[in-house]
């Protein structure tokens, strides 16, 4: 079975393919993330007869997880105070900033792998 994650946007995330063909019944994954299927829906890149399932994401989800938590820690911490608009301003401002710095992290990381020597010039 191929299975290929995309986002709402239908922007394709990642796949792989899952497979079970040996004796001890173990399932193997082949990272595909460049996989393509045909119109049919089955796997053209590996010449299986295996169909392709899409996963897509929903980043409302995601929203609502984060609403959540920002809820569960204004809760937590502030139980028996006024609730205003000050108050969620500073609570998601340092959520973000949180989340802001582990992709510039990230994001400093893997700008590694393009650039020269010296650790400052961009590759052609």
Aim: charged share 35%; glycine share 4%.
């Amino acid at each position: 079975m191929i299975v290929k994650i995309i986002d709402e946007n239908s922007v394709v995330l990642g796949a792989a393919d899952l497979y079970e063909n040996n004796f001890d019944g173990e399932i193997s994954v082949i990272d595909t993330f460049h996989l393509s299927a045909d119109e049919s829906g089955f796997d053209t890149i590996f010449g299986t007869n295996d169909r392709e399932v899409e996963i897509q994401l929903d980043y409302t989800l995601k929203r609502n997880y984060v609403a959540n938590e920002i809820v569960a820690d204004i809760v937590s911490q502030r139980a028996g105070q006024v609730y205003d608009e000050e108050l969620l301003c500073e609570f998601v401002n340092d959520y973000f900033e949180s989340e802001l710095e582990k992709i510039r992290e990230l994001v400093d990381e893997r700008m590694q792998d393009y650039l020269e020597e010296d650790n400052l010039t961009v590759k052609k």
